[in-house]
Structure formats: structure tokens, C-alpha cells
């Protein structure tokens, strides 16, 4: 029997909403602010792509520098997480939002928690940079001149993990006080500025086509434009954020000390958090070097007569960063709106809000993500052609593409999922969870490890996917123990006639693929990226059109249930 009970709950508290809580939106709320971060994270991610566009024109998708800078930018990203990340974006929200209402706004305890992050980051950064070698060496299976320019390409992007964290604790305390847009829109900066000296790179050093860059001929000049713009494009992301910071009138200042503030509690529920996010991250490092194993074989393999080109740790890279488009632009805007009301229903523990916003939210979240995975395994090629400098390397990004598009969905449902334990400051059991995916991944990386080289990566994209799966049913497992059920049949029906409108959406891509050339090699489509461009454009639309079309048919209202009140909003400010 379908669990439906709780979807009529409203969102807010049975009670009656919190005045003077920022962080508790309503529906219409919802929809805003959502709307605002989409916004934010679609021309942060389309310029994003346009940038990785640029890098594998730069530097390849599959050539002899593109995996050790990959490997080396990151590190920073990926220490940040495993370190701090977890805190930051997932346990600081809730103590935020109790400390938000408190006489001062919070404004002590936020003080002292900048000062701490600052000093905190400062450290990690520092002690990272100056172990860069032996990261390096861990990470990777690079050795020789590979290893060298990898370690350089490090010392340059390491110092990132300092801004990323006060980007992020930044970021979390707007959100938590009910700004949401310069979080999302702040990467804009960002991708403007690594465009722009990926351009002159370019310009100035040619092309990987017509000048095949190597570890042997690489100059500091080329480190300078490649790995400095990435790190500056990341400095001045983090800097913005507190222009929008002091517009709240906090009047925050350096302060420090943690007798009173809370900060003991928060130290405590982070330091469960952090063993979590070493293990999750940790994880990833070991499909990094995996994935190295590859990169080390391409020489050889290239050097054959026919040369054979393989996929690499760049290529595993851009499809990870494609496939996870609609989580990045709908899912996460959405669930990061929907985290503070599941905060603020924990605090006032209302367990049936909880559970309505939950069913609520991997409902609405479907419409798009289903969507997106249809549109991604349909469009597999040209994107690949987008983010390449050959036919050969387009359709190899094509195949990671299309293995990781499966998994998309469940990308996102498993990530809202486990907001509701950390918007209850439960952070035992994310760490139970996290403990479960990880002995799989890792099982699943070595056994990708074990193929032969052309196929280590695809193996790897297929983990990826299959490990999305396994998150979902494990953390439904544990939150079902935790919240009780919250509707997850109709959540399951709601995604099953979801997954029929995209079949039928892809079959209308697919004939339009067929009908440009997708699958013949001299096709039209794979002579350009100009042409792959415009074949995404027109599929996008006429699947965009089809799939709207089955939703009505189908009658499934989460669309209208998220688009209305914003569309609403529109008519009003028209009128």
C-alpha cells in the first residue's frame, strides 16, 4: 500500500510559523527563493561548461597535461571536504538558525564562528600547500615528469581550500538568515575570471590540437595562466560574499573564545561529521587514483599503430560535472531552501512537517532530474563533442556521459534524504550510512581498477551510477528507523510515471539525433561543436516540449505545485 498520508501537510509548523525566524519560507517563498539560486547555478553552470569547453581546447580532454591538473585542482576541493566541508554546509545551518534567535540576531555566536573558520582554514591550507608532494604521490599513480608538474600544478591550487571554506561558511550563514541568491550566484565571478585567462592561455600558448602539450615542454608561464586563474577565480568567489554579509547589519568583527556561544555543542556534532565526510571523500581519492592507472597507460597505448585514445580522469571529470547539471541547478537550489524548513521543524518538533516537506521535496525535485537524465542519456554525444579536441575523445566523453546520466536521479533523492538527518543534528547516522556506500565504492573502484586500461574509467562512470542506487535504498533504510514513513510510495509512483514521460521524451531526442547524423560518424553532428550546439538546442526544446506534454497527460501536478506560486508571483508584477 502507497504511504500518502502525509502529503497535505503544509510545510510550515502545525502551529504556526515562527515569526521571527528568517529561515522558515513558505511555499511561495520556496518557489522565490529557489527560483533566485536556479538562476544563480544555471549561468554559473552554463558558464562553467563554457569553461570547460574552453580547458579541453586549452589543454585536452584526453591529453598528456589534462589529468595531472585535473588530479592537482582537485585536491583543494576535495581536502576542503573531507576536512570542513561537512561541517560548514551541513551542521552549521541548524546552529545558526538557533543562535539567529537569540536578542542579537546571532551576531556573537556567527563572530566567533567566522574567526574560528578563518583560523581553522588558515591552518589546513597551509600545512596541504606545503605537503603537496606527498598528496600528490598518494593521490595519483603519476611518477617521473608526470608526478613533477602534477606536485607544481598542486602548490598553486592547494591554497584554494582556504577560500572554498570561507566561501562555504559564508554562504551558510546568508542562507540561514534567509539570503539565498549571492551563494549560488557568487561562482559567476568565479567561472568570468577563469575564462578570461583560460582566453589569453589560448592566445598566447596555443591550443592542445595544434601545439600537443607536454609535462616535457610545459613552461611556468602556461602554470601561471592555467593553475593561477583557476586558484584567483576562487579567491574572488569567496570575497563577494561579504559585501551581501555585511548588508545583513550583523556587525560582525573578530572575536574570539567559545565559553557561551554554543560553539562546544557545534564542535561536538562536527567531529562526528568530519570521520563522515573523510570516509565519503575519501572515497573519491581512491577512484582518482583508480582512474590515474588509466592516464599512466595512455602513452603506450597511443603510441600503437593505429593509436588507440582512451578515457582518463579529465573525461571521468566532465562527465561528473554534466551529469550532475539538473542536480546542480533544481535539486540542490531546491533542497537547500527546503533544509532550513526542515531545520526549523526539528527545532519546533513538528515530526509530520518533516516528513511533508521530505515527500514534498523528492517529488517536486523529480520532475526535473528525470528529466535531466533523459536529456543527458539522449544527448550523450554532442555534449561530449563539447567538451573535446577530437572525434575520438568526443565519443568517449559521450559513453561517460550516458553511463553517469542513469544515475541522476538518484544523485539527488539520496542527498535530500540525508538533509533530514542533519536538519535533526543527527550526525551518527549519516556516518553509519556513509560507512555502508563506502565499502561498496571501494569494492566497486578496485574492481574497476582490474579491467583493462580503455575500460577502467567507463567502469568507474558505472559505479558511479550504481553506487547513486545503493545511496538511495540505504539512507531510505536508516530515515524510515528515524522519521517513520513519509510517503515513499507515493513518491515511488509520482517517479515511475515521472521515468515514463522521459522515456517518451527521449525516444522524440533520440529521432532527432538520428536525423543530424548521431549515429554515423561523419554525421553533422560530429563535425562542430557549433552543430552539436544547435542539435542540443532544437532536442532540448522539442523534448522539453513532449515531456511537459506527458506530465499533463499523466496528471502529475509536483510541477505546478513548485512553478505556480513563482508563476503567480509573475502575472502580479506584471499586472
Given amino acids: 500500500m502507497s504511504d500518502t498520508n502525509t502529503a497535505s501537510i503544509p510545510l510550515h509548523d502545525a502551529r504556526g510559523p515562527v515569526r521571527d525566524d528568517p ?40 591529453g598528456q597535461v589534462s589529468d595531472l591538473f585535473t588530479s592537482a585542482n582537485n585536491l583543494p576541493n576535495f581536502l576542503y571536504l573531507m576536512l570542513a566541508g561537512g561541517v560548514f554546509n551541513a551542521v552549521l545551518v541548524p546552529q545558526i538558525i538557533r543562535a539567529s534567535r537569540q536578542p542579537d540576531r546571532g551576531a556573537d555566536y556567527v563572530s566567533r564562528l567566522l574567526t574560528l573558520a578563518a583560523m581553522a582554514l588558515l591552518v589546513l591550507a597551509v600545512l596541504a600547500t606545503l605537503a603537496a608532494p606527498f598528496i600528490v604521490g598518494v593521490t595519483t599513480s603519476f611518477t617521473g615528469e608526470k608526478l613533477a608538474l602534477a606536485t607544481t600544478f598542486a602548490f598553486w591550487c592547494l591554497p584554494q581550500i582556504f577560500f572554498y571554506g570561507m566561501y562555504a561558511v559564508t554562504g551558510q550563514i546568508l542562507n540561514a538568515n534567509g539570503s539565498f541568491g549571492p551563494y549560488m550566484w557568487a561562482p559567476v565571478v568565479n567561472n568570468i575570471v577563469s575564462i578570461a585567462f583560460l582566453v589569453v592561455f589560448i592566445v598566447l600558448m596555443g591550443s592542445e590540437q595544434a601545439e600537443r602539450h607536454s609535462p616535457g615542454t610545459w613552461t611556468s608561464t602556461q602554470t601561471l595562466l592555467l593553475a593561477g586563474g583557476t586558484t584567483l577565480g576562487i579567491v574572488i568567489q569567496a570575497l563577494v560574499l561579504f559585501i551581501p554579509l555585511k548588508r545583513l547589519g550583523l556587525g560582525l ?55 588507440v585514445e582512451i578515457a582518463g580522469l579529465t573525461n571521468l571529470e566532465f562527465g561528473s560535472m554534466v551529469y550532475q547539471l539538473p542536480h546542480a541547478v533544481i535539486a540542490l537550489s531546491l533542497a537547500t531552501v527546503m533544509f532550513n524548513q526542515l531545520s526549523s521543524a526539528h527545532a519546533d518538533g513538528n515530526l509530520p512537517a518533516v516528513r511533508a516537506t521530505l515527500s514534498q521535496g523528492l517529488r517536486i525535485i523529480g520532475v526535473a532530474t528525470v528529466f535531466g537524465s533523459a536529456a543527458l542519456l539522449t544527448f550523450a554525444g554532442p555534449l561530449g563533442v563539447l567538451f573535446s579536441e577530437s572525434a575520438e575523445s568526443a565519443a568517449l566523453n559521450g559513453v561517460i556521459i550516458a553511463i553517469l546520466a542513469i544515475g541522476a536521479p538518484f544523485l539527488s533523492a539520496n542527498f535530500f534524504l540525508t538533509r533530514v538527518f542533519y536538519a535533526g543534528e543527527d550526525v551518527k547516522t549519516p556516518l553509519k550510512i556513509q560507512l555502508v556506500l563506502s565499502v561498496v565504492g571501494v569494492v566497486l573502484a578496485l574492481v574497476a581498477g582490474m579491467f583493462d586500461p580503455r575500460l577502467i574509467v567507463p567502469m568507474l562512470a558505472v559505479a558511479y551510477s550504481l553506487g547513486n542506487v545503493i545511496a538511495v535504498a540505504v539512507s531510505h533504510t536508516f530515515l524510515t528507523r528515524s522519521i517513520g514513513r513519509y510517503g515513499a510510495g507515493h513518491v515511488f509512483d509520482v517517479h515511475v510515471r515521472l521515468a515514463v514521460a522521459g522515456i517518451v521524451a527521449a525516444l522524440a531526442g533520440t529521432a532527432l539525433c538520428w536525423a543530424f547524423g548521431g549515429y554515423d560518424a561523419d ?53
Avoid: C, H
Fill in 23 to 62: 529561515s522558515a519560507p513558505r511555499s511561495g517563498s520556496t518557489a522565490r527563493s529557489s527560483a533566485i539560486m536556479a538562476a544563480g547555478t544555471l549561468v554559473s553552470r552554463i558558464l562553467g561548461l563554457v569553461r570547460v569547453a574552453l580547458l579541453a581546447t586549452a589543454i585536452g580532454a584526453s
Fill in 253 to 307: 568583527r573578530p572575536k574570539f573564545g567559545l565559553r557561551g556561544t554554543g560553539l562546544g555543542r557545534t564542535g561536538r556534532l562536527a567531529s562526528v561529521t568530519i570521520v563522515t565526510m573523510l570516509i565519503g571523500n575519501g572515497l573519491y581519492l581512491v577512484n582518482q587514483r583508480v582512474a590515474t592507472i588509466a592516464t599512466d597507460a595512455r602513452p603506450a597505448l597511443l603510441a600503437q599503430d593505429p593509436p
Fill in 523 to 575: 554525421g553533422f553532428l560530429w563535425q562542430s561543436k557549433l552543430n552539436a550546439l544547435l542539435v542540443l538546442a532544437i532536442g532540448g526544446v522539442l523534448m522539453g516540449v513532449v515531456y511537459l506534454g506527458m506530465l499533463k497527460l499523466l496528471r502529475i501536478r509536483e510541477l505546478d505545485e513548485f512553478a505556480g506560486p513563482l508563476l503567480a508571483r509573475f502575472r502580479r508584477s506584471g499586472a
